[in-house]
């Protein structure tokens, strides 16, 4: 009798008007018959946005606008590239031409020179096998600068900092679906290789310091003898986010101090070690 009497006098939250006649058991309010079909009337409403957003969502997953702007950077940084690229290679040229009006100057002076001196021996008929010698001697030298010019040296300018910055496209990992990766993987904690995000199957050797030899593929590295200072030695991957699986062996230690760790790819190896 009295929980009868409690649910007499619930009230419409709507109209507040006392004998509601139904609950909704999402906002878990009651309602007088009127507003309880207002109620559902709104949340019906609620439901066909949903939907609208949901067809709108499904559109713009199926077009590749939501790339365009990455892609404008990428073709913006490609032509600044190429410009500057183009620029070096303009300054390379001239620098070589210069070079090499300079030279073929000199290699005329001199065979000038060369040329009034066999001139002026022959007719004078005053030479020797000596002079002979050394003539044709100075004529194979010029053939061979002039056939296999040694005057320029191209190669890279290691003095300067390259104007030009590679890029890399690494995924930023939203919480909707990290959420939902996480879920799933818990659901799979059986499979070893679902707790990681990649196994990193293409790491090799690379950037070391010390008497570290390598192998030609850089898959295998050994220490020749240890230092005061240490031998250090790093992979070629670099990781700014997510979970990383990374398998390697070791054969044969003769040492007992051993460093595994993680540094920054700002500085040199040997800088980065010391100040860890």
């Not at 300018?157 to 995924?171: A, E, F, M, R």
């Not at 059986?190 to 050797?205: A, H, M, P, Q």
């Not at 007992?256 to 540094?263: A, E, H, R, S």
Request: proline fraction near 1%.
């Amino acid at each position: 009798m009295t929980s009868t009497k409690m649910k007499m006098k619930q009230t419409c939250a709507k109209c507040s008007n006392s004998g509601s006649s139904a609950m909704c058991h999402g906002c878990q309010q009651s309602f007088c018959t009127k507003h309880f079909i207002e109620h559902r009337q709104e949340l019906s409403q609620q439901m066909n946005d949903i939907g609208q957003e949901h067809n709108l969502l499904r559109q713009d997953l199926n077009c590749e606008k939501n790339i365009d702007s990455s892609l404008e950077y990428i073709d913006k940084w490609e032509q600044e590239s190429i410009k500057t690229i183009q620029t070096c290679a303009q300054n390379a040229r001239v620098a070589l031409q210069q070079l090499h009006n300079q030279t073929n100057n000199e290699l005329k002076m001199f065979f000038g020179k060369l040329t009034q001196q066999v001139q002026d021996c022959q007719q004078s008929d005053n030479y020797t096998e000596i002079n002979i010698k050394n003539w044709i001697k100075q004529l194979k030298e010029l053939r061979q600068i002039i056939e296999k010019p040694s005057f320029v040296n191209i190669d890279y300018d290691n003095s300067i900092t390259s104007p030009i910055k590679l890029i890399k496209v690494t995924g930023v990992q939203h919480s909707l679906l990290s959420f939902s990766q996480g879920k799933q993987l818990n659901e799979n904690n059986n499979d070893t290789e679902n707790r990681f995000v990649g196994w990193s199957s293409n790491e090799k050797f690379n950037e070391n310091f010390g008497n570290i030899t390598l192998s030609t593929d850089g898959l295998a590295a050994w220490c020749s003898r240890t230092t005061t200072g240490g031998s250090y030695i790093s992979g070629i991957g670099r990781y700014s986010s997510r979970i990383h699986f990374i398998r390697f062996r070791i054969v044969h230690r003769d040492s007992d101090y051993w460093f595994f760790g993680i540094i920054t790819a700002s500085q040199q190896l040997i800088s980065r070690i010391s100040r860890a």
